[in-house]
């Protein structure tokens, strides 16, 4: 029986069935979003003025938030609806007295227009509120988002209520924003326990326990910094329903696979979140290719660019060597082949009302399978060749990760803040690689190891002035061993080997103190006086060695490394931010006197440079809607440790790279210019970005590029350019209740190199993109999620080449009750320069979800990949080749889940 249901299975999917899946999905669309009546109307004073930015709420008559909306610029709003019965619409504005209206609807599409007339509230109040009922209220910078106002029913995890605030945009990888700006943290409560790594929460915690979100504007990561510095940064804030508060609570989870290979998806959850203490404990082991940890490395290493006590954010090692394990722009769970367990303990116990301590520790292990054929056609001059792979591979690594976050409140005006990290990953990489007929195995242990502490003293000593002293020592290494089967390096060497190895061992020590001071004027000027000195120290040593079995030949001279690099930064920078009216005028300079010291094989180089960097900006606010900003910024870049060594390093199976043995300061300068039109909870929102990068010195190539090797050098030319531009569009259309998203971007390069002793050969990019999405906000059973976007890429040298590149997609949600939902989505690849048999590829997903008891017992059935796409071709261009590779995919399962919450 089983044989003849899998037979069944398949022969529904088959080609033809595919083309009318997606067809008919898209007819669903189209026709479940008319048949509709209207209600519209005018919202003024009793002086005939009209009001906007009124709050306009629709009820029905058992007072069941319907929709939602703000008058426009002319006092206007309007509904649809789309069942018969009585409505009430409730307005509220500052200043004014709430007022309600009740009417009635029978079938039939119908217009029908209600005005109100507000009149004035004798109070006055300092800020908005609306009542805690109300989908949305509003407290200075803080936007507060009722979540059972917006959830659907369907939604699973936090990340699938956050999809549905109106202003979050949630990239496929599961980063937050708000319009273009990523936010810094997710909060419960107010406290954070992840930092930058929140998707291992907004992937991981269950959504019903979730009362408010709350959107902290101008937000500050050093409470004593609020309304100081000028931050337009944005965080969010989750506050839980009171029944979840002090107590254990959490939902476990089990799926497994049906009619396909052996899968599984297990997941377990447990909190308790009090006042004095908050636990989350969370586990997830599942070979479906979910990622339930989001990008490690933000959760290690959380990264803030020029913000008080950041020093050392930007301090890691260098990786030399990576086995070719790259994966298509694909879904997540459509390309990896992998066999999860991960994790992850936090708890924040507050001591006392003074101490408060954050104590993480994370898990994870991880087993990918990889497996890969290509095609690289070389073409430089008159050499040209084809190189074909078939690779093979499994990476395995194991991740732990611990982290100690103390803070003390030594006055109301005082903290002391102690960080630690410890993390350590080793990884193991096997391949196997048949390259023009050749097997290669490659073998690469791989091992990180990360010593982490910070310390930061902050003293707000008056009303608007902030000192801050902060101070870091980093210490990571990472020793890689690498080692091939096969010796393809026969016009390099003249060895009778037979097999290569190379060991590596790339280590770094950091220590930095830096002094901070913050005044902000009355008059809304601001000064920072910034100084600190910062002392970083690379050791690199390689060794290459040439291998008959398992007997030493050699150790070439040129492919050798023993080098420590010193860099010590002693600087101040200094930064006034002017209030013009509209206007503010940035003006800023850093100073740099740096001790570069450079020893190699006992040689030593010594170097005490001394440069300036300066900046300039103007932000134009021209009203409320309308703002400029603007920069320009000539800067001085140091050399690092992968720029000045200088024996060959193994960089792949066939490619080796050098340095240029020497310090170098390269210079460049930049201008950026930024246009927002509205705000992103306004019904239209434009931005506009430009910038300009010139280059009056870069490192480029001088490489030897032969069938089975590449030799590259690094050399310092004159002149390289970047261009890019983008647009993006956001515009909410209420006759449709849906929002309209519109991205446009180019992007210019244009850069010089030597290939094969060539004169020097200038290089042009081009890179065009553009797409929309339209997502909807119904109230019905139904909604959609339809996009599409197109690349357009573009190489010239003495030739030219490029290609374009579609992406389309639909997703449908059916709420047939409260209890059963299903959830479809549909997506549509096509390549340009593929060959008509392989340039197009479908996929489809549903998830069928029914609810035996709300907030208890759930069971779902999954199906990933239902259309059986195994492989999946892309086209790529550089300026010396063209690759075609082949990946192959998860294959097709259902899953069957059974979900159980206490």
């Given amino acids: 029986m089983k044989i003849s249901y899998y037979s069944f299975f398949t022969a529904i999917f088959s080609k033809r069935i595919k083309y009318l899946i997606v067809n008919i999905l898209f ?90 007339v507000l009149r004035p509230k004798i109070t006055e109040l300092n800020e908005v509120i609306i009542e805690n009922s109300r989908p949305i209220s509003i407290k200075n910078d803080t936007v507060v988002f009722n979540a059972d106002s917006f959830k659907q029913g369907n939604e699973q995890v936090i990340e699938d209520l956050l999809r549905k605030i109106p202003g979050l945009n949630i990239d496929s990888d599961g980063t937050i924003k708000v319009g273009n700006q990523e936010i810094e943290k997710v909060m419960i409560d107010g406290d954070d326990m992840f930092e930058k790594g929140y998707k291992i929460l907004t992937k991981n915690m269950p959504v019903n326990p979730i009362d408010k979100i709350e959107l902290l504007q101008n937000y500050s990561n050093n409470k004593h910094l609020k309304g100081i510095e000028n931050s337009e940064k944005v965080a969010l804030n989750l506050t ?77 090692v260098n990786t030399l060597l990576r086995i070719g394990f790259d994966t298509p722009n694909l879904k997540e769970k459509r390309v990896s082949l992998n066999n999860t367990e991960m994790l992850s303990l936090n708890s924040i116990f507050t001591i006392s009302d003074k101490v408060k301590l954050k104590t993480l520790g994370f898990l994870n292990t991880d087993e990918n399978d990889f497996f890969r054929n290509g095609l690289q056609q070389f073409s430089v001059g008159n050499t040209t060749f084809t190189n074909i792979e078939d690779f093979i591979g499994r990476k395995t690594q194991i991740t732990g990760f611990g982290k100690v976050d103390l803070t003390y409140d030594v006055s109301k005006t005082t903290t002391i803040e102690y960080i630690g990290k410890f993390n350590k990953t080793n990884e193991k ?72 190895m190379q060991f590596s061992e790339n280590k770094i020590q950091f220590a930095g103190v830096e002094a901070h001071l913050l005044d902000k004027k009355k008059n809304g000027d601001l000064l920072e006086v910034k100084i600190g000195n910062q002392i970083r120290i690379d050791y690199l040593n390689t060794r290459f060695e040439l291998l008959e079995n398992q007997n030493n030949l050699s150790f070439p001279n040129d492919y050798q490394n023993n080098l420590t690099y010193t860099t010590n930064d002693l600087y101040l920078s200094a930064k006034y931010r002017f209030k013009l009216n509209s206007f503010t005028l940035l003006t800023q300079s850093d100073f740099h006197q740096l001790f570069n010291k450079f020893e190699n094989f006992d040689v030593e180089y010594n170097q005490k440079p001394f440069f300036i960097i300066p900046k300039i900006g103007l932000d134009w606010q021209i009203n409320e809607r309308n703002k400029i900003v603007t920069s320009y910024t000539y800067n001085t870049t140091n050399s690092n440790v992968l720029d000045v060594y200088s024996g060959y390093v193994q ?76 647009s993006s569009f956001d515009y909410y259309f209420k006759p449709i209740k849906s929002n309209l998203k519109i991205n ?14 060539s004169n020097l050969r200038e290089v042009k990019n081009i890179n065009t993109n553009y797409g929309f999405e339209l997502r909807s906000g119904f109230r019905g059973f139904f909604n959609y999620h339809i996009g599409s976007k197109w690349n357009f890429n573009k190489v010239e040298t003495t030739i030219k080449n490029d290609f374009t590149d579609n ?91 059974i979900e159980y919450r206490f």
């Fill in 27 to 116: 007819l669903i669309s189209a026709n479940l979003s008319f048949s509709q009546s209207i209600v519209k109307g005018k919202i003024s004073s009793k002086n005939n003025e009209d009001l906007s930015e009124a709050s306009v709420i629709l009820e029905n008559d058992k007072r069941e938030l319907i929709a939602y909306t703000f008058t426009d610029e002319y006092g206007n709003y309007e509904f649809q609806i789309f069942e018969k019965g009585t409505y009430y619409i409730v307005v509220n504005l500052l200043g004014y007295s709430e007022e309600k209206q009740e009417f009635s609807f029978d079938f039939g599409n119908k217009i029908k227009t209600i005005n109100i």
């Fill in 240 to 316: 839980l329903k009171d029944d979840y508060k002090r107590t254990w609570f959490g939902n476990t989870s089990l799926g497994y696979g049906l009619f396909s290979e052996n899968r599984y998806d297990a997941k377990a959850n447990l909190m308790n979140f009090g006042k004095k203490s908050k636990y989350y404990f969370l586990a997830n082991l599942n070979n479906t290719g979910y990622d339930a940890t989001g990008d490690i490395n933000h959760l290690i290493r959380p990264y803030r660019f020029d913000e008080p006590a950041s020093i050392g954010d930007n301090q890691n």
């Fill in 429 to 500: 990489n096997r391949s196997e690689l048949l390259f023009n007929n050749d097997l290669l195995n490659e073998r690469l242990n791989s091992n990180n190891q990360l010593f982490d502490q910070k310390l930061v003293y902050t003293n707000k000593f008056k009303e608007n002035k902030v000192f801050l002293l902060s101070s870091r020592y980093v210490n990571e290494k990472t020793p890689q061993n690498y080692s091939v089967n096969q010796f393809i390096f026969e016009d390099l060497f003249s060895e009778n080997a037979n097999n290569t």
């Fill in 651 to 726: 960089t792949s199976y066939r490619s080796f790279s050098r340095g240029l043995e020497e310090f170098n300061q390269l210079n460049s300068s930049s201008a950026v210019i930024n246009y927002t039109y509205g705000s992103w909870g306004e019904k239209f929102f434009a931005n506009s970005f430009i910038m300009y990068s010139k280059n009056n010195d870069f490192y480029s190539t001088n490489s030897i590029i032969a069938q089975n090797y590449s030799q590259s050098d690094k050399i310092i030319i004159k002149d390289r350019g970047f261009l890019s531009i983008s």
């Fill in 744 to 757: 446009l971007g180019v992007t210019k390069t244009n850069f010089k190199n030597i290939v094969n002793n």
């Fill in 807 to 897: 992406m389309s997609f639909l997703d449908l949600s059916f709420m047939f009750s409260d209890k059963f939902n299903i959830q479809a989505q549909a997506e549509h690849y096509f390549f340009g320069n593929l060959d008509k048999e392989n340039n197009k590829y479908y996929f489809l997903d549903l998830e069928a979800r029914y609810i035996v008891k709300e907030n208890k017992l759930t069971f779902s059935l999954s199906g990933n990949n239902l259309f059986n796409t195994e492989t999946y071709r892309n086209y790529s261009i550089s300026d010396i080749t063209i690759y075609q590779t082949e990946y192959r995919l998860m294959p097709r399962y259902l899953l069957l889940k």
